[in-house]
């Protein structure tokens, strides 16, 4: 059988990793390596469908891309086997009975005892040689040998290495072999000393590349995060808007829902009437037959009989008066059934839709507490209308055009915009002030331009963000502030246009004003460029941008003292006519508001009136 210095003075190490061979695997070139280390390698290569051989290049098929199926080195692997689970004796020895080895030495070769591990310690040649535990050769841990000898000279160090046999061997082989041959030779050392600057170079050049590449992975996952608030970010986006249309559509319901309980309550009260008349016929017919009746009971003389008399010529003529007509009633119904719902679906996404049919007539023709006093006019939070004045403050009305409270007398009110909280914010002139829904003044302070700056108070208005959008007439321009104030935090130029009235889309983002300078309408995105622009020559136009985000303008010729209401999609397409040429008490300044209370009743304001129109 082998001793162990016979087997290790075989090539039983890997060259992958120098130990000794665990599950050798035969490539198809009959080189053998370790089946860990041919799987690190296939992992390295582009297919793992074939694996090239780190010795001689040459490729091997890899069934299904699984090392473990290629052929095992059966004779090298129980060679292998029988290293491991014999016990190694001392080869240094010359006795016959061999103690048992404990250390091996890696230049020498041999396993050495303990007594001969102690005398290769004290001779000083062997000083530097590398001398590890038997049993860490055994266990793969490190390798198995270094062959500093010749194999065809023993006696000779093998310092040389051949550059084209790749490998180490003696001076004498050198001479006689290898540079007759024409090899080219280069000492061991330096062979050595080049292959371990190189390794270190590929170590650090690694270690580079490894930096460099976790940082890339780094990198990734950082770009993956940023990706990943970015997508929750439309995730929450996504939902917000949903839940913004949800409510608009939803607020949009219960106006038209409302709208048609008014128009309910009408036609009831019309129906009603005509009931109610019909009935006090008959009892006032009753009565009167009654009366009549009254002359069967005793021969009439003298005043009975002209009283009698009297009273039959009254029912008579009652009962000649033609019959009820039945059309009254049914012209009711007729116009009942002329109202139908119309979906705007194809015009513009976000609005529910429309009663059409139906007749819109003023509800309400109230005059203002001071003649030629509105400034403003805004649609309050809870449902009433604000009407701001620059000489006694802002009135509230009710969809009745009832005047429910009047406030910040003090104040003059130049425009009026709404938090959703309820909070209001006041301009005077080109000062702004914030206010509690109770109207109590706010320690706010908005730093915005002064009169001679930015010109005459331009428009207010509050997007669904809170944002305030301020306008200058002057510079034909806008600053956008925060609700904490301070200085602006956007400036907006208008394309040119003034922005005189100025209101904000509720879900796009975007906004309408009015160039009074040229009776103009016109949408502009959210950067302030011009989208679409509405006009007729020869009227006044006034816009309002409703709950639904549809937009309406009234078209007012002043010298006639007439307004028309017309409604429209968000692009300004033109969707159905409200009102037409309603006649209004012509005031004396060119001034007029125009908005929608949130039941749906429009209000239209002129320095002196307010108007309130409904569908009946």
Same mark, same amino acid.
Not at 202 to 213: F, N, P, R, Y
Not at 515 to 523: K, L
Not at 565 to 587: E, G
């Given at each position: ?301 003298? &005043?009975?009989? *002209?009283?009698?008399?009297? @009273?039959? $010529?009254?029912?008579? !003529?009652?009962?000649?008066?033609? /019959?009820?007509? =039945? ?115 706010? &320690?706010?302070? *908005?730093?915005?331009?002064? @009169?001679? $700056?930015?010109?005459? !108070?331009?428009?207010?208005?509050? /997007?669904?963000? =809170? ?150």
């Amino acid at each position: 059988m082998a001793t162990f210095h016979q087997i290790s003075s075989q090539n039983l190490e890997c060259p992958i990793c120098l130990t000794l061979f665990n599950q050798p695997k035969l490539l198809t070139c009959s080189h053998t390596f370790c089946k860990g280390c041919l799987e690190r390698v296939s992992q390295t290569q582009p297919s793992q469908e074939t694996i090239t051989c780190p010795v001689c290049r040459k490729g091997t098929p890899v069934p299904s891309g699984d090392v473990s199926k290629l052929q095992t080195n059966v004779p090298l692997n129980s060679l292998v086997d029988e290293v491991k689970t014999k016990n190694p004796t001392c080869t240094v020895c010359e006795m016959d009975e061999k103690p048992p080895a404990v250390s091996y030495c890696q230049d020498c070769a041999k396993n050495m005892c303990k007594s001969c591990e102690r005398v290769h310690f004290a001779w000083k040649p062997f000083s530097n040689h590398k001398v590890v535990p038997v049993s860490e050769v055994l266990s793969g841990k490190v390798p198995l040998r270094r062959r500093l000898k010749c194999k065809k000279h023993p006696s000779a160090d093998e310092d040389c290495y051949c550059i084209h046999c790749r490998e180490n061997i003696c001076s004498t082989c050198g001479m006689l072999e290898h540079m007759q041959a024409g090899h080219q030779l280069e000492r061991a050392a330096v062979h050595e000393e080049n292959v371990m600057k190189n390794i270190k170079e590929l170590q650090e050049w690694a270690k580079l590349k490894k930096t460099t590449i976790e940082n890339h992975i780094d990198c990734i996952e950082t770009q993956r995060n940023e990706i990943t608030t970015m997508l929750r970010k439309l995730n929450d986006d996504i939902d917000k808007t949903y839940e913004e249309y949800i409510q608009l559509l939803s607020d949009r319901r219960e106006a038209l829902k409302c709208q048609v309980q008014r128009l309910s309550e009408n036609f009831e009260k019309e129906l009603q009437n005509m009931k109610e008349e019909s009935r006090q016929t008959v009892s006032h017919m009753n009565a009167m037959k009654e009366l009549v009746t009254n002359g069967m009971k005793v021969p009439l003389e003298k &005043d009975a009989l *002209f009283a009698h008399d009297t @009273l039959c $010529e009254n029912l008579k !003529s009652f009962l000649g008066r033609g /019959d009820p007509d =039945d059309q009254l009633p049914r012209s009711v119904t007729e116009r009942a059934k002329k109202i139908s719902f119309r979906s705007y679906a194809k015009v513009n996404e976000l609005c529910l839709g429309e009663l059409e049919g139906c007749t819109w007539n003023v509800k309400a023709d109230v005059e203002l507490p001071i003649k030629d006093g509105m400034n403003c006019m805004t649609s309050a939070p809870d449902g009433k209308m604000a009407v701001g004045s620059y000489k006694d403050g802002i009135h509230l009305y009710s969809p009745d055009g009832e005047l429910q409270q009047t406030v910040q007398k003090d104040v003059g009110v130049s425009k009026i915009g709404f938090l959703a909280d309820g909070r209001s914010v006041v301009r005077d002139g080109n000062k702004m002030s914030l206010y509690t829904p109770q109207w109590e003044k706010l &320690d706010v302070t *908005f730093e915005t331009m002064s @009169l001679n $700056e930015g010109g005459w !108070s331009g428009g207010l208005t509050v /997007d669904k963000g =809170d944002n305030i959008y301020v306008g200058y007439t002057k510079l034909r321009k806008i600053q956008v502030f925060t609700q904490q104030g301070g200085e602006a935090i956007k400036e907006m130029m208008c394309d040119g246009y003034s922005p005189w009235q100025l209101y904000s889309f509720h879900t796009l983002g975007k906004l309408i004003l009015e160039d009074v300078n040229v009776s103009a309408i016109v949408c502009l995105d959210g950067k302030g460029k011009k989208e679409n622009v509405l006009k007729k020559e020869g009227m006044l136009a006034l816009p309002a941008v409703c709950r639904d985000d549809s937009v309406i303008v009234a078209w007012v010729k002043h010298e006639e003292g007439l307004v028309s209401i017309d409604r429209y999609a968000r692009d300004l397409k033109h969707v159905h006519n409200i009102v037409t040429d309603f006649k209004i008490q012509k005031p004396e300044r060119h001034w007029y508001y125009l908005q929608e209370f949130e039941s749906g009743e429009i209000a239209f304001c002129t320095p002196d009136r307010l108007y309130i129109f409904d569908a009946i």
